[in-house]
């Protein structure tokens, strides 16, 4: 069985990771969890048009959480139902199989499908579409071409790095780990946008005394 390090999924050599590392089997549905910092950094950050942000791969619900504290109505779907039907308009499907169009996307999907999720909704969104991704997508040769030739308007890199674990440490109730290894940024696009991307952070807040991010 692979192990598998802090920072949603990237592979540990033998005798290499960082002393004090997390690892855990990977999640055989790829779901990871993001801390509920970058969701909120993406919706402060960004103001999508209209009133309604979908989530194809919703997991837990977070995005979802977080798009409604920022006052969206919210859609969920998922291969699983993961405990958040009464707090969210859920379904279970598969996205491929329900493609829309919708008015606006956000999502952090599994790794092995995330250039097909990230295809399908930019072509579902009738608005904008925030997927969260591993940084590197925007140095890699070829994937940078890709992402060149879609609606690209924002990248918004996560700091400090996050931490995330597979959805069943989160679900066990285990204390969620700091101290990611991976790059990750949320990557918005943008229905019919034709200009450069804009680079900038989404932050997680300065914890204040007394307060609880």
Not at 19 to 46: G, I, M, Q, T
Not at 164 to 175: C, H, L, Q, Y
């Amino acid at each position: 069985m692979s192990a598998w390090e802090t920072g949603g999924g990237c592979r540990s050599v033998p005798g290499k990771w960082r002393k004090n590392a997390h690892l855990w089997a990977r999640d055989p549905d790829d779901f990871y969890v993001e801390p509920c910092w970058a969701d909120d950094a993406l919706f402060a950050s960004v103001a999508f048009p209209g009133r309604v942000i979908v989530d194809p791969c919703c997991g837990t619900g977070r995005i979802l959480d977080a798009a409604a504290r920022h006052g969206y109505r919210t859609i969920g779907f998922d291969i699983k139902d993961r405990g958040l039907g009464q707090r969210h308009n859920f379904s279970i499907c598969s996205f491929f199989d329900n493609p829309g169009p919708w008015e606006n996307i956000a999502c952090n999907p599994p790794y092995k499908y995330d250039e097909r999720f990230v295809a399908a909704a930019v072509g579902a969104s009738m608005g904008m579409t925030a997927v969260l991704l591993r940084a590197q997508w925007a140095n890699a040769g070829a994937r940078s071409r890709w992402l060149e030739s879609l609606p690209l308007r924002h990248v918004l890199a996560l700091a400090p790095r996050p931490s995330m674990p597979p959805g069943a440490v989160v679900a066990a109730g285990e204390k969620e780990p700091s101290g990611g290894q991976q790059d990750y940024a949320w990557f918005v696009f943008e229905r019919d946008y034709k200009g450069r991307p804009e680079f900038g952070w989404a932050r997680r807040p300065v914890k204040q005394k007394g307060l609880a991010l």
